[in-house]
């Protein structure tokens, strides 16, 4: 049995904790009021919190990851890996298509993201300066 486990959690679950992990993992406060999520889902590595990812529904066969990091203390670890791989499977189950968006400048991300079946389909400006890369991944 694994020690990883994947917990999806409501909007409203996550708005209690929104402000604080998204602090945590990108260093950078985010108001709660800002979230228009349909759910979250919540890494846990030996009943620690690794990471997170939240979610909203574009139509029936296609989701949207918002925003989603691992905490430092996991930060760049295999377990991240098998966590995120496990939840794109199961999303894959559920839905025909996945879209995000990733920082250029976040290789270990961006790897991960192609690790797991990612494929690049453009660039994104953001109005503050930031480039963005898009991905989606699918049942081929």
């Given amino acids: 049995m694994s020690d990883i486990e994947i917990k999806i959690i409501s909007f409203t ?3 209690k904790i929104s402000e604080e992990i998204h602090q945590i993992v990108f260093q950078e406060y985010r108001p709660r009021e800002l979230e228009r999520i349909d759910f979250a889902i919540l890494f846990f590595y030996q009943k620690t919190l690794g990471g997170y990812m939240t979610f909203y529904e574009h139509n029936s066969e296609q989701i949207y990851i918002q925003f989603g990091g691992a905490l430092p203390k996991f930060r760049n670890s295999p377990l ?3 966590a995120y791989d496990q939840a794109i499977k199961q999303l894959l ?3 025909s298509y996945l879209l995000t968006f990733v920082e250029n400048n976040n290789i270990a ?3 991960l993201a192609l690790k797991t079946g990612w494929k690049i389909i453009g660039t994104r ?3 503050d300066g930031r480039l963005l890369v898009e991905l989606i ?3 081929s």
Avoid: D, G, V
């Fill in 13 to 15: 679950e996550f708005k």
């Fill in 80 to 82: 991240i890996y098998k």
């Fill in 93 to 95: 189950s559920q839905y």
């Fill in 109 to 111: 991300m961006l790897k």
């Fill in 125 to 127: 400006m953001t109005t």
């Fill in 137 to 139: 991944n699918y049942n």
